[in-house]
């Protein structure tokens, strides 16, 4: 029981060290990419830690099976760089034992990767895709920064002085659109007035801009006249109400929908999510014969070509994913030789490691 402590200690230990070393490399290159994404107006800051969070399950799907795979290769490299296996081995602990009791924590990180690949990593990837989509349709001025000028899209560029500290009113509007008369010609719309609030039509749910005390000028390229129309209030139609399109992509759909729709990027994806947590002891299976290195050599002898064979086998795997989705490779055969080969892979290796300890 104190072996078996103290191994998995070991083992866990350097698992978390590692993953949180990936973690944090591939959120914070998640985190610069939407940051970017709202400095531009495009969704607001304040749901950048709901981004975040909802993408963590997706982060750990992929991160755990290698930082797992790692940790055993470091952990167990050390063991026997101080020759504590040896010592191990020497007092009756068996090989086939150390298997064992790595594979305690193995079914720990299988079972967490799972709930992450079929339940929580889809659930999470829907939400920011649906967070993100209504963000976008929405058009909402509150995410404007005061100072400098914005684009909208469909020709829309708006400007404002500055912004109440509800971020409800504003003062100092400038909007430039890019419009078409009705017999086609182009035309430039400039509205500029004092002040300006949005509003939703409860009828129509149609978003309003509501702007007070300014001017509205239509210019047309190549004349040297323009309309110019003072008002009072005057509202802009910012965006229609729209339902939201149904995410039918199969990244977004739980594990019973993708059972349930009978098709090939449905069983591509089924298999790719469950081919996520088959990874984890079959990975252990492969790092425990790797892991054993002499003294001379170092903990870090066999670490580059332990890390090729991980990427072999997720490229493999993504390879597979993509053809099954394709119809190149049939459903029935899939993923299974990919694991099959790399299981017979390590139960090779592990006992050509222990023929030769024995040697």
């Known amino acids: 029981m104190i072996i078996f402590r103290y191994l998995t200690r070991e083992i866990l230990i350097t698992m978390s060290a590692v993953a949180g070393v990936l973690l944090l490399v591939i959120m914070g290159s998640r985190f610069i990419r939407y940051f970017t994404t709202a400095a531009e107006g495009d969704i607001p800051a304040s749901i950048l830690g709901t981004l975040m969070l909802f993408h963590l399950p997706g982060f750990l799907e992929l991160i755990l099976p290698l930082a797992f795979f ?8 050390q063991l026997y760089l101080n020759s504590e296996i040896t ?21 720990l990180i299988t079972i ?52 109440n500290s509800e971020r409800t009113r504003m003062q ?23 002040s300006g609030y949005q509003t939703v039509d409860d009828d129509t749910g149609s978003r309003f801009l509501v702007l007070a005390n300014g001017e509205r000028y239509s210019v047309e390229p190549g004349r040297n006249q323009a309309e110019r129309l003072e008002f009072d209030t005057y509202a802009v139609r910012l965006s ?40 984890v002891p079959i990975l252990a299976l492969l790092a425990l014969p790797l892991a054993k290195v002499n003294p001379r050599q170092g903990r870090f002898a066999k670490l580059l070509p332990a890390i090729f064979l991980h990427i072999s086998y997720l490229s493999l795997l993504l390879a597979a994913l993509d053809a099954i989705g394709r119809g190149i490779l049939p459903v029935v055969v899939g993923m299974w030789p990919i694991h099959l080969g790399y299981l017979l892979l390590g139960l090779w290796l592990t006992r050509r490691s222990q023929l030769r300890g024995m040697r």
């Open 112 to 163: 967490l990767v799972g709930v992450c690949s079929l339940w929580l990593g889809p659930s999470g990837a829907r939400h920011n895709e649906v967070l993100i989509e209504e963000q976008q349709s929405r058009l909402d001025f509150s995410v404007l920064a005061p100072g400098r000028f914005q684009d909208f899209g469909d020709g829309r560029t708006a400007y404002i002085e500055d912004l």
């Open 87 to 107: 010592v191990l081995v020497a007092c009756g602990i068996s090989p086939n034992r150390l298997l064992q009791v790595t594979m305690l924590p193995t079914v």
């Open 70 to 77: 790692l940790a055993i290769l470091l952990a167990y490299g």
């Open 240 to 279: 229609r109400a729209a339902e939201m399109n149904d995410l039918d992509d199969v990244e977004y759909l739980t594990t019973p929908q993708l059972v349930a729709v009978d098709t090939l990027e449905a069983w591509a994806q089924l298999q790719w999510r469950i081919s996520l947590p088959l990874t």
């Open 172 to 194: 100092g509007v400038f909007i430039s659109e890019r419009q078409r008369r009705d017999d086609g010609t182009p035309q430039t719309v400039v509205t500029r007035a004092n």
